[in-house]
């Protein structure tokens, strides 16, 4: 085989051709020959026995052309990429092949390389970290939290339902008097006053006593799902028992039941915790923007293979969640399965994978420009923390990943640290302080239709899917 005619491109791609001779290809040609004849019945043969020569006489000389062509052309396209030392990326194409006059074959073969890189500044970036003082409504609300989880559950069954409490109730939904599907429940709790159900449904529980039962009109929203929205219906409803929750006081009794002894001791712990939170929010916030600088700083035109790549390694890793883990599953199949449109795709999917492959491509660059490498003892040292996370020892890790590729990760995880530490953190601005102060929190709540049968929550309206949380993962981070 003989290589020629490689030609690198401006938009990441490269063509070049590769020959292979006369004696290369009558051999591959034989090879689908013998793969090929004991499938094939010739009169006056066994099946299986036809020679060669019967064979192509009777169905033509080139009959056996394509599967040897078909055989020639990993080896032929594996001698291309070592020959011209191409970093390729994304899957070949074979854009034409031809037998030469000379009986042997000639392919042009067409790929995406791995793109040229162009460094700017990624040393000593300015970033801001942002800074969010504690207040004493953060206190408040984390103890008010507290409180919630603690609360007692006391019974009001001897007197009528108000606001507040927690109803528990059996309903029938009912249609033009016939049953419809989801509207029918059995001893279902419901805060009053929390408008998780349909407007109106809620209200005409309040002043019902325990026993009670009582047929509730209400009229869907528009904006509900086909077949009720804008419906009138009548929920048959009877109201099992009440209670409501009674929150602790706030005291050193209150303090003792969460481990500590006195109550301005605990709040000492709240604040603490926030404190670290807020710091690590920080941080995290810092990173990112120091890394989005560096790529924002870096000249680089990614191929669409690797853009594809990752979009794909966004939406398997997200279907994972959900059991989904067949990595066989045509990808369009499982677009369709997470209810991931062409809209989403374009405006979340697509952009984050990008953003993450030029996150790669900014630490393969840095690698490569401050020439670092990976110890033995830094490879274990980051296996060994990968494997707290992995659930995994050390050993069965590296045996998975291999030494190559642990080795590369911690150069990249270098990488980032490099850029990270090397970057100066300056203060926000008086404006961008303020736009960072946590505007008071205004309850809204959700409406929602009862539930079904199955303990299943009826949508208030038509609901989106779940969609994939395409993060940008900042490896430097």
Do not use: H, W
Not at 243 to 258: I, K, R, T, V, Y
Request: charge should be negative; include cysteine; charged fraction near 35%.
């Amino acid at each position: 085989m003989i290589v020629k005619n490689i030609e690198k491109k401006e938009d990441n791609t490269v063509s070049f051709q590769v020959s292979c001779d006369a004696a290369e290809f009558e051999k591959a040609i034989n090879s689908a020959y013998l793969k090929a004849k004991k499938n094939i019945y010739i009169p006056g043969f066994r099946k299986g026995k036809a020679p060669r020569a019967i064979i192509e006489g009777m169905y033509g000389s080139e009959v056996f052309y394509q599967d040897a062509m078909d055989e020639l052309a990993p080896e032929a396209y594996d001698l291309g990429v070592k020959e011209g030392e191409l970093k390729v990326v994304g899957a070949p194409a074979i854009t034409d092949v031809n037998v030469t006059e000379e009986k042997g074959v000639e392919y042009t073969f067409s790929a995406e390389v791995y793109p040229a890189i162009t460094l700017g500044q990624y040393k000593g970036l300015e970033a801001e970290r942002p800074v969010r003082e504690i207040t004493e409504q953060d206190i408040a609300d984390e103890l008010e939290t507290a409180r919630k989880r603690n609360a007692r559950k006391v019974s009001a069954d001897d007197r009528e339902a108000k606001m507040g409490d927690i109803a528990n109730i059996d309903f029938d939904g009912y249609l033009n008097g016939e049953r419809f599907d989801g509207g029918k429940s059995e001893g279902y709790d419901l805060t009053l006053g929390s408008n998780s159900f349909v407007p109106g449904f809620e209200d005409q529980i309040v002043g019902m006593k325990v026993g009670e039962e009582k047929d509730i009109n209400i009229t869907f929203p528009q904006e509900y799902t086909p077949e009720l929205a804008g419906k009138d219906v009548v929920f048959k409803v009877k109201l099992n028992s009440l209670s409501f929750d009674e929150l602790p006081e706030l005291d050193d009794e209150f303090a003792g039941d969460n481990g500590f002894d006195t109550l301005d001791e605990y709040k000492a712990d709240i604040r603490a915790n926030i404190e670290k939170r807020f710091s690590e929010q920080a941080d995290s916030a810092f990173r990112s923007e120091v890394v989005k600088k560096a790529i924002d700083n870096m000249t680089v035109t990614v191929p669409n293979s690797m853009i594809a790549s990752k979009v794909e390694d966004i939406l398997r890793n997200y279907a994972a969640n959900f059991g989904m883990t067949d990595r066989n599953m045509p990808l369009d199949k499982l677009q369709e399965m997470l209810g991931v449109d062409e809209n989403m795709m374009k405006l979340n999917i697509r952009p984050a994978a990008e953003y993450q492959v030029k996150n790669d491509l900014l630490l393969d660059a840095v690698v490569e420009a401050e020439k670092l490498d990976a110890s033995a003892e830094e490879i274990d040292a980051f296996v060994e923390k990968m494997a707290e996370g992995f659930g995994a020892t050390a050993e069965q890790l590296k045996a998975y990943f291999g030494e190559e590729t642990l080795a590369e990760e911690v150069k990249k995880d270098k990488a980032g640290k490099l850029i990270v530490d090397s970057a100066v953190a300056v203060a926000p601005t008086a404006e961008e302080k303020a736009e960072e102060k946590p505007a008071a929190k205004k309850k809204t709540a959700k409406k929602a239709a009862p539930k079904t049968e199955d303990g299943a929550e009826k949508p208030k309206r038509t609901r989106k899917k779940a969609e994939p949380k395409a993060e940008e993962e900042n490896k430097a981070e």
